[in-house]
């Protein structure tokens, strides 16, 4: 017998069979059939007007016969079907009628053609069987017989199927579709099988010996490499030579890293199915070396220095406080720059500096010294200016030497409190000692509405004569660096002007 193995799918949405149907030449579509007193599906119709006329039964999985139909139940029930199992339904096609009847196709309106298989004959008076190909004819009072062929998939749900639909031409030139509703339902896989595969039919899975699905389907019910399955649970196999079953739980196999692990080292130390450690596999502490314990190829050995120490001496252990100004961050007795970048005062000269969480965190600067240049950074030269002063004294250039910084602004005088004249100047500048003014005159007018004094660079000046305002002192004898020092066995005094 071939076998018909259903080629495209068709989604068909029509009425289930409930009375007559007819054909006249136009497309008709059977949406029921009546009951003969002989308990045949008919459809009737006038032949005298060209009208054909047939009747289905369903014989459900009763052998074939040209006899009354069995039943008048016009559904093919495949009833209950046992995942991967085959079962058949045989359907039987009579023309009643006196016109020829085509069938141009038969399918099973599907998405799972897979699942479906149609075969088409017939049956001699001596009992012969006829395989048909489509299209193939129903002569008048002939009978063609459909048999479909279902394998239950997928399990625990209906038969994903909802019609049988034969296309129809008739012999007048119309045509009709018969649709015959499929019911039925896929049942359970049976005790210790699993449908773990969608794309396989039935229920493949063995879940009472498969690692990968031990009791169901999924990583959930999988056993772990090297694991077995035994009669749907799982059971530990044989550990890779790294790894051991330390704890006693399956759900996590062979937990453990006895080759890393530096509380398990060689074997189960801390972690143990009884709860008591083996101190023969745990490596020691780190409290005695300030360092951690590591394990290598199940062999403990002494790994990095805790936080907070460093190994500066070569013998074992890590022996240094590397959160001191003299070790921060790292080992400050090292040679040249690779020691200084962890020593905080030659960081940071002349500064109260402490280290803090392992880095230098400088303060202010020490007693006598000031950061004139404001170069207190790594890398800048700290509190470079020596002063024995005090930024809250009042300090006017002094009449003589020693010329004394008194409030440790960088010169003998007050920087803030003054416009500034050199020769290299220009009037347009601010009056400070890096932009000075150039004329004495300029700098006497700025200085009148600041409320400030004129400090004067040694050099030439020429001009007009001055105006010289009330409350502008000038003082002279400064260098062009804005020091003062003795010259030529004498002071150079301020050279002082005060109106």
């Not at 890779?240 to 530096?262: H, K, Q, R």
């Amino acid at each position: 017998m071939r076998l018909h193995h259903l080629a495209r799918f068709a989604l068909i949405f029509l009425a289930a069979c409930g009375s007559d149907s007819t054909s006249t030449g136009n497309t008709d579509v059977d949406t029921g059939v009546t009951v003969n007193d002989a308990g045949q599906d008919m459809a009737t119709a006038d032949q005298a007007n060209g009208v054909a006329e047939y009747s289905v039964c369903v014989l459900g999985a009763s052998s074939a016969t040209r006899g009354p139909c069995p039943n008048s139940d016009e559904v093919v029930d495949f009833g209950t079907v046992a995942p991967g199992e085959e079962v058949a339904r045989l359907v039987r096609v009579r023309n009643d009628g006196a016109l020829n009847l085509t069938v141009q196709n038969v399918e099973v309106t599907t998405q799972r053609a897979e699942l479906f298989a149609l075969e088409f004959f017939r049956v001699a008076n001596d009992g012969a069987v006829t395989e048909l190909d489509e299209p193939f004819n129903i002569p008048t009072d002939g009978y063609i017989f459909v048999r479909v062929r279902f394998t239950g998939d997928p399990p625990d749900s209906p038969i994903p199927a909802e019609y049988l639909t034969a296309d129809i031409d008739v012999a007048t030139g119309g045509s009709l579709t018969i649709e015959v509703p499929l019911v039925g339902d896929v049942g359970s896989c049976a005790q210790g099988t699993a449908d773990c595969n969608p794309l396989t039919i039935g229920c493949e899975t063995d879940t009472l010996n498969d690692a990968a699905n031990c009791g169901g389907c999924g990583v959930s019910f999988a056993c772990g490499a090297g694991n077995l399955c035994m009669n749907g649970s799982c059971a530990i196999g044989t550990c890779p030579a790294s790894l051991s079953d330390c704890d006693g739980v399956f759900a996590n196999g062979c937990e453990t890293s006895i080759s890393s692990d530096a509380n398990n080292c060689g074997g189960c130390g801390t972690t143990t199915a009884s709860g008591t450690p083996n101190p023969n596999f745990i490596c020691p502490g780190p409290d005695a070396l300030n360092a951690e314990s590591i394990c290598v190829n199940k062999t403990c050995e002494m790994g990095d220095c805790l936080d907070g120490y460093a190994d500066c001496t070569g013998d074992l252990g890590c022996e240094t406080d590397i959160n001191t100004i003299d070790n921060c961050g790292g080992c400050g007795n090292l040679p040249g720059n690779a020691g200084r970048v962890f020593r905080c005062e030659e960081l940071y000269p002349n500064t109260e500096v402490t280290c803090e969480s392992m880095g230098c965190v400088p303060g202010t600067c020490k007693p006598g010294w000031v950061d004139l240049d404001g170069q207190n950074f790594v890398g800048g030269n700290g509190c470079e200016y020596a002063c024995g002063g005090d930024p809250a004294n009042v300090d006017l250039p002094d009449e003589s030497a020693p010329f004394v910084d008194a409030n440790c602004d960088g010169i003998d005088g007050d920087i803030g409190g003054a416009i500034f004249v050199a020769t290299f100047g220009n009037d347009s500048n601010a009056g400070t000692p890096t932009a000075p003014k150039r004329t004495l005159q300029n700098a006497i007018n700025t200085a009148l509405l600041a409320n400030k004094d004129v400090y004067v660079a040694n050099g030439s000046y020429s001009g007009p004569t001055l105006q010289i305002s009330n409350g502008v002192s000038i003082f002279g004898g400064f260098n062009s660096d804005w020091s003062r020092k003795r010259c030529c066995n004498r002071d150079l005094g301020p050279r002082r002007h005060r109106v």
